[in-house]
């Protein structure tokens, strides 16, 4: 079984790779891996659309945060302060990303959570935007930008996975 930095390692080589090759050829199609390498070695098919069909198929905010990396402003998403019992999905392809029992308040205006629904539905690659090192989670399947996650969260994994609301939807449960 490959190492967890490994199968990272490929993949932001994949992804880095795509995004030159995009760059150079000047294409409005956006490139990705067409695969992800999972920590458990297993592969998941990327979605893949073009710069136009996400416009066409989302609001100006959810294609902002999920295709340009931005972030909403603090205390304006839907879910910073959602207490319902659910699972969030990314709004881009509707993958299961987070359940509400993992939610938490963390104070930061964003919904916060203390882990994934598996191991396997997100990347997660080094940020260095901004003036600081971050760790910025995408969506494996469609490689949305849905936040960041930090190492200041609750027990059991003592991790806090900071969200755009505009990256997700919810669905009670």
């Known amino acids: ?45 990327k979605l893949v659309k073009t ?29 910073w302060d959602n207490h319902e019992i659910g699972r969030y999905y990314c709004r881009g392809c509707n993958a299961p990303l987070f359940d509400s029992d993992s939610k938490f308040d963390s104070h930061c205006g964003w919904p916060s959570f203390f882990k994934p629904v598996n191991d396997h539905g997100i990347v997660e690659l080094k940020d260095t935007s901004h003036g600081m090192v971050r760790t910025e989670i995408r969506c494996a399947k469609c490689d949305g930008h849905l936040g960041h996650v930090f190492d200041d969260g609750p027990p059991p994994t003592g991790l806090r996975y900071c969200m755009n609301s505009a990256s997700m939807r919810f669905e009670k449960g």
């Open 51 to 79: 710069d136009e069909q996400w416009q066409t198929e989302l609001s100006p905010m959810e294609y902002t945060v999920l295709r340009q990396a931005g972030t909403e402003r603090a205390y304006t998403g839907a879910y």
């Open 1 to 45: 079984m490959k190492s967890l930095a490994a199968i990272l390692f490929t993949s932001t080589l994949m992804l880095s790779a795509s995004c030159n090759q995009a760059q150079d050829a000047k294409q409005t199609t956006v490139s990705t891996p067409t695969f992800y390498l999972t920590t458990t070695g297993d592969t998941i098919q």
